[in-house]
């Protein structure tokens, strides 16, 4: 296998991402394969872990080709065109969005982390901020606290961890608009940053859709609202029925039409309406 990864690199005179699959753990093999620049996966091989590699691996590829093509000018921005302001410290990740927002037509400005990016910004109309919620310094919370600070009108996108409920309330009593979950769906982060960027351009939009996130917690009962802010605390269901004297099923049950009332899909998005809603 690794004789075959370098005759490839060296028919195509380029550095080929490479896997290797492998149940030799010899240190001889494995010198081998680092020496060649490859992943190395052990057998047998979890589907989730060899998604994972084949993803990382062609989101370098293209990197690597998007570096080439930014070497010739870039055509000048069409007028009117919003832009989109990137802070993540994982280089594919950072290009990887910029790729997708660069093909829907947006503008990036992107930045490895809160210092460089405050240091350029710049007030732009029609402009969003995403942003990751976990970077060396600043976090992405203390930068979103420092725009509020400053009075810097500038809708933000936090990206959290699936699942993560604690960081995206504090994201949101930050100021956060929104928040992305990873893995990042491309529909997802289309729709989430068409939104920062609608509230960019009216402040009324925000107010929309706090009136609507009011109406839906408004439409549940005493219990229900009360086991959503057990939710939201981070108590699990079992706990939840101790609490409050009643059994797990009971509990789900009320889970299931919290969720199916407000429309939220995950419990963090079940945060951002609650907390859109006054509740957090």
């Known amino acids: ?29 494995l010198r081998g394969i680092a020496a060649g620049n490859c992943v190395k996966l052990n057998k047998p091989v979890d589907w989730k872990e060899l998604n994972l590699a084949v993803q ?7 990197v690597a080709a998007r570096s080439v093509k930014s070497a010739r000018p870039a055509p000048p921005a069409a007028l009117g065109q919003a832009t989109v302001f990137v802070v ?7 290009e990887s969005l910029r790729e997708a927002l660069e093909d829907d037509g947006k503008i990036v400005k992107a930045y490895p982390d809160c210092e460089s990016f405050l240091a350029a910004h710049r007030p732009i109309p029609e402009s ?3 942003i990751d919620a976990y970077l060396p310094g600043m976090s992405g919370v203390e ?3 420092r725009l509020s600070a400053a009075k810097i ?8 961890g699936n699942s993560d409920v604690s960081m995206a309330v504090r994201a949101m009593k930050a100021g956060a608009l929104d928040f992305i979950e990873k893995p990042i769906g491309l529909s997802e982060l289309a729709h989430n940053v068409e939104r920062a960027l609608a509230a960019s351009r009216d402040i009324g939009k925000t107010s929309s859709s706090r009136d609507a996130a009011v109406g839906q917690v408004a439409s ?12 939201i605390a981070g108590s699990p269901s079992k706990n939840i029925a101790a609490d ?6 009971t509990v789900e049950n009320h889970r299931a039409s919290v969720m199916r009332k407000t429309g939220a899909r995950s419990i963090p998005a079940l945060a951002r309406v609650a907390f859109a809603a006054g509740r957090t």
Not at 88 to 94: F, G, L, M, W
Not at 222 to 231: C, F, G, T
């Open 128 to 130: 969003c901020l995403l």
């Open 244 to 249: 409050l004297g009643i059994s797990q099923r």
């Open 56 to 62: 990382s691996q062609l989101r370098i590829a293209h």
């Open 153 to 160: 009108p500038l809708p933000a996108i936090m990206i959290t």
């Open 88 to 94: 993540d410290d994982d280089p594919q990740i950072r």
């Open 1 to 29: 296998g690794l004789q075959l990864a370098a005759r490839l690199r060296e028919r195509i005179r380029g550095d080929l991402p490479v896997i290797v699959l492998t149940g030799d753990i010899t240190s001889e093999t």
């Open 143 to 145: 930068l979103l606290q």
């Open 220 to 231: 549940l009962t005493h219990r229900e609202r009360q086991i959503m802010d057990m939710v």
